[in-house]
């Protein structure tokens, strides 16, 4: 059974986008998302919607994105 989540504006989202194309290295999306938890140890994840896209990089090739919405309250 889920617990009440309180009032929505109790309810905050994070987004971290990074992109794998010419001249970035962002490395892995997972780290990134693990370097924001640590730096916020009060959120309480609720969901975590995560995509990919493709897009063109500065040498004219299709690269990968991703990105990732975390929905999530402070306690």
């Known amino acids: 059974m889920n617990k009440v989540m309180g009032p929505a504006s109790e309810i905050k989202t994070h987004q971290i986008e990074i992109f794998h194309g010419a001249f970035t290295n962002s490395g892995p999306i997972n780290t990134h998302i693990n370097r924001w938890l640590a730096l916020c140890p009060e959120a309480q994840i609720i969901d975590m919607k995560y995509t990919t896209y493709t897009l063109p990089d500065a ?14 309250k402070e306690v």
């Open 59 to 72: 040498n004219g090739e299709m690269s990968l994105g991703e990105t990732v919405l975390i929905i999530y």
